[in-house]
């Protein structure tokens, strides 16, 4: 006798962009509601925002999988800040200044994306380069042509929003 197939399915909450905004995070956890199985975070935990150690300490508990943005590396003194705005730069010499050195190896030993996880990848920008916007149909066609999971998610942008492609063109 055959046994019924019992599949197993996860739900993740997928965060991107926190940004060293604990209230933030904190609504969006609240909001989830539990809702999910595993957390995983497609980068940027720092800059803008006063309170980037909560936030690296609150990922590292409970983020499944974490990987780097560009703030992140910047901080952790992997990117140079020189091609960052302004208000990034300072922000970015501000989180240097206030993180203690196991919270900054923290973001340093973050994985570069693209991170392939069990039926999906996450990445920060593109797949093809972590610092690249993908915010338009005709950037998204050049990542479905990179795509080894049927689903990716990225950050970056700061736009919520995504691009679908049946056959791996838009």
Known sequence: MRRPHLECVLRYLVLS??????YALQAVIADAAGDFDQIVCCGDLVGYNPHPAQVIEWVRKHCAASIRGNHDKAVAGLENLEWFNE???TAARWTMSVLD????????DLPKGPLELEGFAICHGSLQDEDEYVSSTSEAVAVF??????LTFFGHTHLQGGFFSKYGRL
């Open 145 to 150: 042509a990179h795509a080894r999971s049927h």
């Open 17 to 22: 962009d926190i940004h060293a905004n604990w």
């Open 87 to 89: 208000i990034a730069q």
């Open 101 to 108: 050195t196991p919270a900054v190896q923290y973001l340093r």
